[in-house]
């Protein structure tokens, strides 16, 4: 079992920056892919980037074009995404997830076992 926490969201206006992270309890947090998701009012939640085992392999929606960078601490069981150029249309609840079968179906939310309570963004015009 793997218990994940969000931290790091908050009010930012357009053009800032802010720094997400999820702390993974448990001795085990190197045997997992680990991905950010989010999802906006009304909307389906949707993939937003993914990491492998050992961070070696990262993978990105197409929307975030470069503004988005997901690493990982295996000593500090902690992911995290780092993002900039924030837009309005980031708003959102931001999840973080473990996969224990690794990166082959990163963007598929039903692939991941465990989910964080979620972190939220507002992005200001």
């Known amino acids: 079992q793997v218990q994940l926490v969000e931290s790091g969201g908050g009010l930012v206006q357009a053009g800032g920056s802010l720094r997400l992270s999820c702390a993974a309890s448990?001795?085990?947090?190197?045997?997992?892919?680990m991905g950010w998701f989010r999802q906006a009012p009304g909307k389906e939640r949707e993939f937003v980037a993914a990491i492998s085992r050992d961070g070696g392999r990262r993978y990105y929606a197409n929307f975030e074009k470069g503004r988005f960078t997901i690493s990982r601490d295996n000593a500090k069981n902690t992911v995290y995404l780092q993002m900039s150029s924030l837009k309005p249309e980031d708003t959102a609840v931001y999840y973080c997830?473990?996969?224990?079968?690794?990166?082959?179906?990163?963007?598929?939310?039903?692939?991941?076992?465990?989910w964080g309570q979620g972190t939220q963004v507002t992005v200001s015009s």
């Open positions: 997830a473990a996969n224990s079968e690794g990166t082959a179906k990163y963007s598929e939310k039903d692939e991941y076992d465990y």
């Open positions: 448990g001795r085990t947090f190197n045997t997992y892919a």
